[in-house]
């Protein structure tokens, strides 16, 4: 069955730290690669999403992930944290070809702390 | 613009109830998707929608059924209500039914007693 796994749970990070989470998906073909953000209190909104092109994909608030086909891998990455980043991370999947086109997998979620 | 929205926020049910959720997606939008979200887990989808038709099913049992409406508009019905259905009720909605980033409302937290 197509999933995707996030690595981490739970990550806590001073501020000015950098940050990178994980996330893999298990299908063997074309997929769209989005990357959700919860903060407190607040709907999942979306951060960056990767259809095709450049596998770098820049998104907002300064976030950026990278898509290496090989590794099925679409890992999140922030140079430098703030305090209001403190949120829950969802990594998600189309594959193309579903028969659920509108179908969005979703990892378990990462929930990111980080300390002033 | 207004984004996804969803009513009620909050809803209380007994065991065995029938419950109906509501979302209105953006404008101009024209398909709905529904997520079930368990504490602690990530969103797990239930149905999606375009113009009035159902275009994808996840592994939910048939007491969850959905429609759309001609404004696009859209209900989920969960009948014969378990312990086990308490959860926040996602409805996201995306410009068609292709692969399409999908924009969430606030959604509804069922507790079932």
Same mark, same amino acid.
């Given at each position: 069955?197509?999933? &995707?796994?996030?690595? #981490?749970?739970? =990550?806590?990070?001073?501020?000015?730290?950098?940050?990178?989470?994980?996330? #893999?998906?298990?299908?063997?073909?074309? =997929? #769209?690669?989005?990357?959700?953000?919860?903060?407190?209190?607040?709907?999942?909104? +979306?951060? +960056?999403?990767?259809?095709?092109?450049?596998? $770098? !994909?820049?998104?907002?608030?300064?976030?950026? *992930?990278?898509?290496?086909?090989?590794?099925?891998?679409?890992?999140? @990455?922030?140079?430098? &944290?703030?305090?209001?980043?403190?949120?829950?991370?969802?990594?998600? =999947?189309?594959?193309?070809?579903?028969? #659920?086109?509108?179908?969005?997998?979703?990892?378990?979620?990462?929930? +990111?702390? !980080?300390?002033? | 613009? *207004?984004?996804?929205?969803? /009513?009620?926020?909050?809803?209380?049910?007994?065991?065995?109830?029938?419950?109906?959720?509501?979302?209105? %997606?953006?404008?101009?939008?024209?398909?709905? /998707?529904?997520?079930?979200?368990?504490?602690?887990?990530?969103?797990?989808?239930?149905?999606?929608?375009?113009?009035?038709?159902? @275009?994808?099913?996840?592994?939910? %049992?048939? @007491?969850?059924?959905? @429609?759309?409406?001609?404004?696009?508009?859209?209900?989920?019905? =969960?009948? *014969? $209500?378990?312990?086990?259905?308490?959860?926040?009720? $996602?409805?996201? /909605?995306? +410009?068609?039914?292709? %692969?399409?980033?999908?924009?969430?409302?606030?959604?509804?937290?069922?507790?079932?007693?």
């Amino acid at each position: 069955a197509q999933s &995707v796994s996030q690595h #981490n749970h739970h =990550v806590i990070l001073s501020e000015a730290a950098s940050l990178e989470l994980g996330c #893999n998906y298990s299908y063997g073909g074309t =997929v #769209n690669l989005f990357w959700y953000v919860q903060y407190p209190g607040q709907h999942l909104q +979306l951060l +960056l999403k990767y259809f095709s092109g450049d596998p $770098l !994909v820049k998104g907002i608030k300064g976030f950026e *992930a990278e898509f290496i086909k090989s590794k099925f891998s679409f890992n999140l @990455r922030k140079p430098s &944290v703030q305090w209001s980043d403190t949120a829950e991370y969802f990594c998600a =999947v189309i594959p193309y070809g579903s028969s #659920n086109t509108g179908k969005l997998i979703f990892g378990q979620g990462t929930t +990111l702390q !980080v300390k002033p | 613009d *207004a984004g996804v929205t969803q /009513s009620p926020t909050h809803l209380i049910k007994t065991r065995g109830q029938h419950v109906t959720l509501r979302c209105s %997606p953006i404008s101009g939008h024209k398909s709905v /998707s529904w997520y079930q979200q368990v504490l602690g887990q990530g969103p797990q989808f239930i149905f999606q929608y375009y113009e009035k038709e159902e @275009r994808g099913r996840g592994n939910f %049992p048939d @007491r969850f059924s959905a @429609r759309q409406f001609p404004n696009y508009s859209s209900e989920l019905n =969960v009948n *014969a $209500l378990l312990l086990g259905d308490s959860a926040l009720y $996602l409805c996201a /909605s995306s +410009l068609t039914a292709t %692969p399409y980033e999908q924009y969430f409302g606030p959604g509804t937290r069922l507790t079932v007693t």
